[in-house]
């Protein structure tokens, strides 16, 4: 990539230490200021994504990170997608990681998420959370016993709290 590994270690990225094999993104697309800083970022060694990039190898699964936040409001989730030989996928865990060559991921702002729902209803209140992370949220917030719902997401369980803000102001 010409650009030095690195770690993304909680929020700041570090140097990678040397060690015997790397998963380094090499590419972004599309590429903005925010996605071409993860351009060599260790997928395998990242606090964020090291466990569930293991998991994805392992089962074959394409998966989803924790949520990390990056600077005051912007929280980013990784998709992803591990890659095998050609037609040597394995049915394993020994064979799939004899097999495995790298990744395929993508980054993600929470706010995108819930975007297209305000855009149809700009009176809509949403929280989306990952556990304790809020992914993203409307200003204000869901309030008045909103509706809540559980979703699961490439093996993480998210929660929507959806509330009409037309409600509150009732």
């Known amino acids: 990539t010409g650009r030095p590994l690195q770690d993304l270690v909680g929020e ?4 990678s230490p040397i060690r015997a094999t790397y998963a380094p993104v090499r ?5 903005d200021p925010l996605t071409s800083a993860l351009i060599g970022v260790d997928v395998a060694a990242s606090s964020i994504s090291a466990t569930e990039a293991a998991r994805a190898t392992d089962t074959g699964d394409t ?5 990390v936040t990056l600077g005051e409001d912007l929280t980013l989730f990784f998709i992803i997608k591990p890659l095998y030989l050609p037609g040597e996928e394995g049915d394993t865990v020994d064979s799939r990681r004899a097999a495995h ?5 993508s980054a993600y702002a929470g706010a995108d998420l819930i975007g297209p729902l305000t855009e149809v209803d700009p009176q809509l209140r949403v929280r989306l959370s990952d556990g304790d992370e809020v992914l993203a949220a409307t ?3 869901p309030t008045d016993d909103p509706a809540v719902r559980q979703i699961e997401v490439g093996g993480r369980t998210w929660q929507l709290e959806v509330s009409d803000g037309r409600r509150a102001a009732h």
């Open 101 to 105: 060559v790298g990744y395929v991921a």
């Open 63 to 67: 998966v989803v990170t924790r949520a």
């Open 27 to 31: 590419w972004l697309g599309p590429e």
């Open 139 to 141: 200003d204000p917030a």
């Open 12 to 15: 700041t990225l570090t140097p």
